[in-house]
């Protein structure tokens, strides 16, 4: 993409307005907020970032963390793990703040966990749509620990699943998402983390 053409898309997703799902947090030194739009018929969410930067050996002064996470869903996405089609995700620097975007599709069909138990101690589900549930979140994990990929902030509100006809797990919010030398470290910390929440 040239570089213009990078700055007019980057500009026109950045003024994009909506609903926010998540309304703008401040910390770090900078902000973090998503939005529900409607585009052509189709449901997307709206991450904007200024300042939310990781750091590492390769990149000792920061890089967003929305490029990791762009990275990350890629990855994901070739291991065959469900993930949130992306739409566009870009960072750039202006007048030496970065901005980061991260434009997603909607997992249509998909709830969290969290919405589905919710549901389940109203109308509850069959065992049998339980357990295919649960073996769906287990495959899923399965595919991102089988790269050495930790989720990172592994909570019940970033599980999606669906039910209807086939089980189907994947997940979202990959921002602190890393790669581990040994896979028994990603598993380990994943679900010491899911534990507390199940």
């Known amino acids: 993409m040239a570089v213009s053409a990078k700055y007019d898309e980057f500009n026109h997703w950045w003024a994009t307005e909506g609903d926010w799902v998540e309304e703008p947090n401040y910390r770090r030194n900078g902000m973090s907020g998503v939005q529900c739009v409607e585009r052509n ?111 990172g902030c592994c909570y019940v509100r970033h599980i999606y699943v669906k039910t209807e006809g086939n089980a189907e797990a994947g997940f979202l919010d990959l921002e602190k998402s890393r790669r581990r030398l040994r896979r028994d470290k990603a598993i380990n910390h994943d679900f010491r983390q899911l534990e507390k929440y199940l």
Not at 51 to 60: D, Q
Not at 65 to 88: D, H, N, Q, S, Y
């Open 41 to 151: 018929g189709k449901k997307l969410y709206v991450k904007r970032m200024t300042h939310h930067l990781f750091h590492s050996v390769r990149y000792p002064f920061g890089r967003p963390t929305i490029v990791r996470e762009v990275a990350v869903i890629k990855e994901l996405e070739r291991a065959g793990v469900i993930v949130p089609k992306i739409v566009f995700g870009e960072a750039v620097k202006i007048e030496g703040e970065w901005r980061a975007l991260l434009v997603t599709e909607d997992m249509a069909g998909f709830i969290s966990i969290a919405d589905w138990y919710a549901q389940h101690a109203v109308s509850p589900y069959s065992d049998e749509v339980r357990q295919a549930m649960l073996k769906a979140v287990a495959l899923a994990f399965k595919k991102m620990h089988s790269i050495n990929r930790q989720h």
